[in-house]
Nanobody
Framework: QVQLVESGGGVVHPGGSLRLSCAASGGVFRVNTMRWFRQAPGKQRELVATITDGGETYIVGSVKGRFTASRDNAKNTVALQMNSLKPEDTGVYYC??????????????WGQGTQVTVSS
């Protein structure tokens, strides 16, 4: 059973940094595009970053220049480095990935989410 597990959330002051990680495990054959989403209280979930299996990245405009995404295909992991954090970056961050399993099925998976709070 494929699982995505996030880690690295926490509380940070404005201007601080956090690094989120997400690992896919459990019958993984190949991980395709991986994405980070976030959901602020009372708001819809929004896309933050996309990274293809070839390493091409897309970062949403509101965090461009502050957030970077990277991945390690050998370990089936993706990371989101968040610098110069602002209070409006507060929310639950979710990892999402398209995964080909060892039984050859393919589907979209979500992690459980990790809380990021930016507050003075």
């Amino acid at each position: 059973q494929v699982q995505l597990v996030e880690s690295g959330g926490g509380v940070v002051h404005p201007g601080g940094s956090l690094r989120l990680s997400c690992a896919a495990s459990g019958g993984v054959f190949r991980v395709n595009t991986m994405r980070w989403f976030r959901q602020a209280p009372g708001k819809q979930r929004e896309l933050v970053a996309t990274i293809t299996d070839g390493g091409e990245t897309y970062i949403v405009g509101s965090v461009k220049g502050r957030f970077t995404a990277s991945r390690d295909n050998a370990k089936n992991t993706v990371a989101l480095q968040m610098n110069s954090l602002k209070p409006e970056d507060t929310g639950v961050y979710y990892c999402n990935a398209g995964v080909r399993s060892t039984d050859w099925s393919f589907r979209d998976y979500w992690g459980q989410g990790t809380q990021v709070t930016v507050s003075s």
